[in-house]
Nanobody, 123 residues
Framework: QVQVVESGGGLVQPGGSLRLSCTTSGGDLSGYAMGWFRQAPGKEREFVIT????????YAADSVKGRFTISRDNAKYTVYLQMNSLKPEDTAVYYC????????????????WGQGTQVTVSS
């Protein structure tokens, strides 16, 4: 059983940056793909970005390519989501997820979820 806990959300102005952290416990992080999803009010949860266990493979949704990056420190059991050039449409609850599927991109691919952290982009 892997526990996942997100942190780092908050309020940021359009064009600003924010870094989310995801700490895990209960498993070897290198054995899991780690990713981020988000859910805006009234919308379904959607894929944002993923990183395979080694960290060598990453994939981002078109809506965040060039603005968001994912990194991981397996030794510290931590995954980061760096968000730059934030837009109001990035406002959502962001969820960290762990998966045994190396190419995790779908909500149903995730095995473990965090509780989510709110990101609000507004002036």
């Amino acid at each position: 059983q892997v526990q996942v806990v997100e942190s780092g959300g908050g309020l940021v102005q359009p064009g600003g940056s924010l870094r989310l952290s995801c700490t895990t416990s209960g498993g070897d992080l290198s054995g899991y793909a780690m990713g981020w999803f988000r859910q805006a009010p009234g919308k379904e949860r959607e894929f944002v970005i993923t990183s395979a266990g080694s960290g060598l493979y990453t994939y981002a949704a078109d809506s965040v390519k060039g603005r968001f990056t994912i990194s991981r420190d397996n030794a510290k059991y931590t995954v980061y989501l760096q968000m730059n050039s934030l837009k109001p449409e990035d406002t959502a609850v962001y969820y960290c997820a762990a998966s045994s599927i190396s190419t995790m991109r779908r909500v149903r691919d995730a095995d473990y979820w965090g509780q989510g952290t709110q990101v609000t982009v507004s002036s």
